[in-house]
């Protein structure tokens, strides 16, 4: 088999009486019984499970709300210069980077996380309460637990949520609207948010200067949505590849003990392997993803590819032999920003008109683990809603007294679970009693001799 443009075709050679060798004999039969034109059972089976492999879905999922949110502190190549051994030139030429944001005090990747959601949700006009599933992909949480995605869920105010975090560090945005498509088209759900959220400024090792200058801080987020209309989401591949976990990561607790070279909750990376890595799996993933979506490269308008490096770009453009432009690339104002990087690119892609309707775009990340994920979506015209009329005042209006809602709510029941435990009682001191009742009793009963009864039995 041979592949051309993304379509495979049939290799077959012509033998020197002038008939096909491709397993058909002279008289236009095949080898196996087969008619040449297809027919038959062998065939036709083949063709029917290919036509079920790539049937259309009965549901789809669509992007219908976006939005983004970065830190206003703004740190320059040359504002690094003071802290590391490094020069502007230097980061500028191996990476394209000019500046990067990092989250003060006050804001973190729930903070930043949440008003990501909030822009999404506005853009969007939906509720928070309408939502059902909230996956927040992610490689800096505050904690392990509760999850980021369970406070933001907090916060919005989006009580008919399940929420959780996923870790496929910059692969994670794609690896999360995979989850959420899956469960929109299994018909579980009917509406998702889905954010990428990174304070990767908090876990830079300050020592590493070919490292600690390509990070910075941001979120974006995304609210897909239920539909019979074809478009959204056309296909997703994902891949991991374990050998290579050496290569970029970050330890944390779970060390049984810390390997030579790495600090705890500190990155690490090899980059010249890591740049290998993502040139080559740029190209084969969008190709797959592609070729499963039954597109070719000629049918997308733009790829938005996780922002690592521009070098990383402009390698994978040249073996793609497609032009660097058709790389959307806005690395040189925010840095590699992990798992929002996607989100945060793909919003501003569309404000700068990149992304027209019915276009064809592609979502690329690669990443520690390794990790790797592509997706194809066919983007739907979202008719933003004006920002006049009543009805849409009363919609804002009640969006915005969910979000206050939830501020008081929280509150609320934090306050009431501490009245209940002081009125209440710790619950384990209740138990503890009812058991030992339980158990006394049992032990008392087992301890008393049963009294032999009469026998009853009549004798003749």
Not at 99 to 112: G, I
Not at 315 to 339: D, K
Not at 379 to 394: D, E, F, I, N, Y
Not at 399 to 428: D, H, M, N, Q, S
Request: glycine share 10%; with cysteine.
């Amino acid at each position: 088999m041979a592949r051309t443009n993304g379509h495979v075709a049939k290799d077959t050679a012509a033998s020197p009486n002038g008939h096909s060798t491709n397993g058909h004999t002279p008289n236009g039969h095949s080898a196996n019984g087969q008619a040449p034109n297809g027919h038959g059972p062998i065939p036709n089976m083949r063709r029917a499970f290919s036509n079920l492999q790539r049937s259309a879905p009965s549901r789809y999922a669509h992007i219908v709300g976006w939005g983004m949110d970065v830190p206003e502190l703004i740190i320059t190549n040359a504002d690094l210069e003071a802290v590391v051994e490094t020069t502007d030139e230097w980061i500028r030429t191996r990476t394209g980077i000019h500046e990067r944001r990092f989250a003060n005090d006050r804001e973190t990747v729930t903070t930043l996380g949440f008003e990501a959601a909030r822009k999404a949700l506005d853009r969007a006009d939906m509720l928070p309460s309408e939502i059902d599933l909230i996956i927040v992909a992610t490689s800096t949480p505050e904690n392990f637990y509760p999850s980021t995605a369970a406070r933001i869920q907090n916060m919005i105010g989006a009580t008919h949520a399940g929420a959780f975090d996923l870790s496929a560090a910059c692969a994670g945005f794609v690896y999360a609207v995979n989850m959420a498509v899956q469960a929109i088209r299994s018909g579980s759900i009917d509406k998702a948010l889905v954010i990428g959220s990174e304070t990767n400024s908090r876990i830079m090792d300050w020592d590493d200067r070919a490292t600690c200058v390509l990070f910075g801080d941001g979120a974006g987020a995304i609210v897909l949505c239920g539909s019979d209309e074809p478009g959204g989401v056309l296909s997703c591949v994902l891949g991991s590849d374990g050998s290579g976990e050496d290569l970029l990561g970050v330890p944390t607790v779970g060390q049984s003990s810390m390997p030579e070279g790495r600090q705890m909750h500190k990155v690490h990376m090899n980059g010249r392997e890591v740049f290998r890595f993502g040139t080559h799996i740029i190209n084969e993933s969008v190709r797959e993803a592609l070729d499963k979506a039954n597109l070719t490269l000629a049918d997308v308008a733009l790829i938005v590819p996780h922002q690592a490096n521009q070098r990383i770009l402009a390698a994978a453009a040249r073996s793609m032999n497609i032009p660097e432009s058709m790389f959307f690339s806005n690395l040189h104002r925010y840095g590699n920003t992990s798992a929002a990087s996607i989100p945060i690119a793909l919003c501003e892609a569309e404000k700068e008109g990149r992304i027209k309707p019915n276009d064809n775009i592609v979502l690329v990340g690669f990443g520690g683990g390794l990790a790797w994920g592509s997706m194809v979506v066919q983007w739907q015209v979202v008719p933003k809603k004006a920002v006049t009329g009543m009805s849409h005042r009363l919609l804002q209006g009640r969006r915005e007294a969910e979000y206050v809602l939830a501020f008081w709510r929280g509150r609320v029941l934090r306050v009431y679970r501490r009245l209940e435990a002081v009125i209440k009682g710790p619950p384990t001191q209740a138990n503890l009693r009812g058991k030992r009742r339980s158990s006394d009793a049992a032990a008392r009963a087992m301890s008393t001799p049963k009294k032999a009864e009469p026998d009853k039995t009549k004798t003749v």
